[in-house]
T-cell receptor, first 112, second 114 residues
Framework: AQKITQTQPGMFVQEKEAVTLDCTYD???????LFWYKQPSSGEMIFLIY??????QNATEGRYSLNFQKARKSANLVISASQLGDSAMYFC?????????FGAGTRLFVKA | DSGVTQTPKHLITATGQRVTLRCSPR?????VYWYQQSLDQGLQFLIQ???????AKGNILERFSAQQFPDLHSELNLSSLELGDSALYFC?????????????FGPGTRLTVL
């Protein structure tokens, strides 16, 4: 069975600082993917970054990087140089086989 | 803009009614996924179609059904609606059948059942 856990319901970060959002997972699929999505107050789901289970290097997309530690089954999202527009809900998702599951999300508040 | 379109954006209806939500995937994507996002249940996977065939089922109620048509658009039918069905319904699409493919989400349909 697949499981994904986001233990931080809410996080605060000062503008221009870096922040790490935690995500741990469990799966028996040898091939899987981990994703992060951003959901601003407007409601849309915005794809941020993807990490494949066989990828040797951590994924990066602009200010977003994924700290993938396979042995620890964690896939934390790091946002560098936070901006006010980063205030949103962030979801970690695990996909493997035919199913995708989402974590409960972390609400990030960026302070000016 | 993800390239995935969903209609309508908002839907208000009464208990006991039936509604149809529509989704058009990104050009070239063969897989369509439906999700329900509610305040108490979070984001729940409902069902996946690939090239017209059902491929995976999640927490989809028997009152709900879906299909994917030859032109790859998909419809989610919700019947005998209850107050608890009020939620944001997302459609997502991806290029592949299974495994780690990015899913791109549509803007969602907000369903309110009164």
């Amino acid at each position: 069975a697949q499981k994904i856990t986001q233990t931080q319901p809410g996080m605060f970060v000062q503008e221009k600082e870096a922040v790490t959002l935690d995500c741990t997972y469990d799966t028996s699929d040898p091939s899987y993917g981990l994703f992060w999505y951003k959901q601003p107050s407007s409601g849309e789901m915005i794809f941020l970054i993807y990490q494949g289970s066989y990828d040797q290097q951590n994924a990066t997309e602009g200010r977003y990087s994924l700290n993938f530690q396979k042995a620890r089954k964690s896939a934390n999202l790091v946002i560098s140089a936070s901006q006010l527009g980063d205030s949103a809900m962030y979801f970690c998702a695990l996909t493997g086989g035919f199913k995708t599951i989402f974590g409960a999300g972390t609400r990030l508040f960026v302070k000016a | 803009d993800s390239g995935v379109t969903q209609t309508p954006k908002h839907l208000i209806t009464a208990t006991g009614q039936r509604v149809t939500l529509r989704c058009s995937p990104r050009s070239g994507d063969l897989s369509v996924y439906w999700y329900q996002q509610s305040l108490d249940q979070g984001l729940q996977f409902l069902i996946q179609y690939y090239n017209g065939e059902e491929r995976a089922k999640g927490n989809i109620l028997e009152r709900f059904s879906a299909q994917q048509f030859p032109d790859l658009h998909s419809e989610l039918n919700l019947s005998s609606l209850e107050l608890g069905d009020s939620a944001l319904y997302f459609c997502a699409s991806s290029v592949g059948l299974a495994g780690p493919h990015e899913q791109f989400f549509g803007p969602g349909t907000r369903l309110t059942v009164l």
